[in-house]
């Protein structure tokens, strides 16, 4: 039987603004002021971050087409390591990272704990992440884990011309965990995807991602879009979950590094997590992007605090998985 493990990634070097490293202590705080014990149910472990980077890197040093490129390889395979170690021992890695970079950590590493089991995503997000270096209009490495983990420099989309050195370590960051693709882009559900690159329509057009939009949501009904994605990844023996709050709408809380309008409610988000995890295939979580730094009384942390307590209490009830093992 299993038990939930917290893994706490606090790392902000690929997010576009700084703070993200702060939205688990904000998490935290959140906890405390509702009065919950949440965070004294599980085991935790904190993966070492490279925040100190952003230190040392003077502005022209930094590279424009993949920020802290080497921090973020570090980075990924340090997360990889950690949650295969957590899988490979049994436990449920309930995952709560600042920048939504390190997600291809938790994709590499759940690959690396069941290499033959065939692994579907489903990325509740305002944004696709599938951007490589070749194609980024920003350099920030947090809209780039979808494309590290299915393998993908979209170059018939180039607009950036590579140092040798980025493209070596952004070929070594590919295939952290498992050489080359760990999960075929057939495998992976979009859910409120609203703020793309051409690049990335590019992509999701090439590949025919499956996209579940928030007026398709509010359409056919939660419980419905849950049906369909659980259909869309039948022939997936796992699933990975990865809610990244900017999924919700920018009016709730600006308490995320790229907020964008016309997206979830609270309730919807909260709702959406809980039903999706009581498909028993799902066998890691994870919360990314809240960041207190610029938001208003901690709103969104608290708000991301509910669907974390609500979405573990689903999987509490899915299986009588023990808080601690
Ligand atoms: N995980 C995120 N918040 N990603 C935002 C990415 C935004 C934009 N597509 C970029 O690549 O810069
Ligand atoms: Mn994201």
């Known amino acids: 039987m299993e038990a939930i493990k917290l893994i706490e990634v606090k790392s902000e070097i690929a997010a576009g603004t700084r703070g993200a490293s702060l939205g688990i202590d904000a998490l935290k705080t959140a906890c405390l002021d509702k009065g919950s014990d949440f965070f004294a149910q599980f085991d935790a472990e904190e993966v070492e971050n490279m925040n100190h980077m952003m230190f040392e890197y003077a502005e022209e040093d930094i590279d424009k087409t993949a920020k802290y490129i080497e921090g973020v390889y570090t980075m990924v395979k340090r997360v990889s390591r950690t949650i295969s170690f957590a899988l490979e021992d049994g436990t449920f890695p309930l995952v709560l990272a600042g920048d939504h970079s390190t997600a291809a950590g938790t994709i590499a590493g759940i690959k690396k704990a069941y290499p033959f089991k065939r692994l579907g995503v489903i990325w509740i997000d305002a944004h696709a992440d599938l951007h490589s270096p070749y194609t980024t209009p920003s350099g920030n490495m947090h809209g780039m884990p979808l494309a590290m983990v299915i393998n993908e420099d979209n170059l018939k989309c180039k607009r ?7 493209k070596e370590i952004w070929n070594k960051i590919k295939n952290i965990g498992v050489r080359g693709q760990k999960i075929r882009p057939q495998d992976l559900v979009f859910i409120a995807v609203r703020d793309t690159e051409p690049e990335e329509d590019f992509l999701i057009k090439k590949y025919g991602i499956k ?30 979950i990865s809610f990244d709050v900017d999924s919700m709408d920018s009016n709730i809380s600006e308490g995320t590094g790229t907020p964008v309008p ?5 309730q919807e988000a909260l709702e959406l997590n809980c039903e999706l995890i009581k498909n028993k295939k799902v066998c890691c979580w994870e919360m990314v992007e809240v960041n207190p730094t610029l938001d208003s009384m901690n709103q969104m942390a608290e708000n991301a605090f509910d669907i974390l307590e609500a979405t573990t209490q689903c999987l509490l009830d899915r299986s009588n998985v023990p808080a601690k093992a």
Request: charged residues 30%; contains cysteine.
């Open 262 to 266: 016309n997206g979830l409610t609270v």
């Open 211 to 240: 996209h579940f939009k928030v007026s398709d949501l509010r359409a056919k009904g939660i419980k419905k879009v849950v049906k369909e994605t659980n259909t869309h990844l039948m022939e997936c023996d796992i699933i990975y």
């Open 160 to 166: 950036n011309e590579l140092t040798a050195e980025t």
